[in-house]
């Protein structure tokens, strides 16, 4: 595996629900962010961990719940989500150095649908 | 006020001829790096090219270049000799301030759909 993956591609769930999207970068980054984007919406930046600590959270629902175990692997967990919460959900990761460009690099995203 | 703006909403380009994605970009940092992404229909957002606040030169990466206005606060997006598979929607987007050692953000605009016509 190379780059940034996310798994699942396409999740379907009720609002009683709880699931968990996975994502794991394969380029040895020290941070990594999650990001929501819905339809006709610029993506916003849901949660930030650099070196697996978080720094960033941009006052989103409780509903959501990021865990980052490692440098490698970021979770999203989903509970008692509501319909407007669906949208594709985009995992970067990006190398902080202080004096790179801190380019962020993309996973393909979790479509998600809440029914 | 927005902090990228991209006015246009979708562009139409000839295959094989150039096209000019727009992008104006508002802050006070003197400090500053500017992205630009390509989305295709299948999600995943791709970099294309990066230039920073105190680039002398426009960023050039293959078919890709950046035309940087600094006094205009603009960082368009050319593309040259445009194929089918550049058919996607296109993100400007900013990160404010120095590369410090600590995450920052990307702020992105709304987005250009281009189409490339056969």
């Known amino acids: 595996e190379t780059g940034v993956t996310q798994t699942p591609r396409h999740l379907v769930m009720g609002m009683t629900n709880k699931k968990s999207l996975k994502c794991e970068q394969h380029l040895g980054h020290n941070a990594m962010y999650w990001y929501k984007q819905s339809a006709k919406k610029p993506l916003e930046l849901m949660f930030v961990y650099s070196l697996e600590e978080r720094v960033e959270n941009n006052s989103v629902p409780s509903r959501f719940s990021p865990e980052c175990p490692n440098s490698s692997h970021l979770f999203l967990h989903l509970h008692t989500l509501q319909p407007e919460d669906s949208a594709l959900y985009l995992c970067?990761?990006?190398?902080?150095?202080?004096?790179?460009?801190?380019?962020?690099?993309f996973g393909p995203g979790t479509r998600l649908t809440v029914l | 006020a927005q902090k990228i703006t991209q006015t246009q909403p979708g562009m139409f380009v000839q295959e094989k001829e150039a096209v000019t994605l727009d992008c104006t970009y508002d802050?006070?940092?003197?400090?500053?790096?500017l992205f630009w992404y390509k989305q295709p229909s299948s999600g995943e957002m791709i970099f294309l090219i990066y230039?920073?606040?105190?680039?002398?030169q426009n960023a050039t990466e293959g078919r890709y270049s950046l035309n940087f206005q600094k006094a205009r606060k603009s960082a368009n997006l050319v593309i040259s000799a445009s194929q089918l598979g550049d058919s996607a929607m296109y993100f400007c987007?900013?990160?404010?301030?120095?590369?410090?050692?600590?995450?920052?953000?990307?702020?992105f605009g709304s987005g250009t759909q281009l189409t490339v016509l056969p």
């Open positions: 987007a900013m990160r404010e301030g120095w590369p410090s050692g600590s995450a920052r953000q990307l702020t």
């Open positions: 802050t006070s940092d003197q400090s500053y790096g």
């Open positions: 970067a990761s990006s190398q902080v150095t202080g004096y790179d460009t801190d380019t962020q690099y």
């Open positions: 230039q920073g606040s105190y680039d002398e």
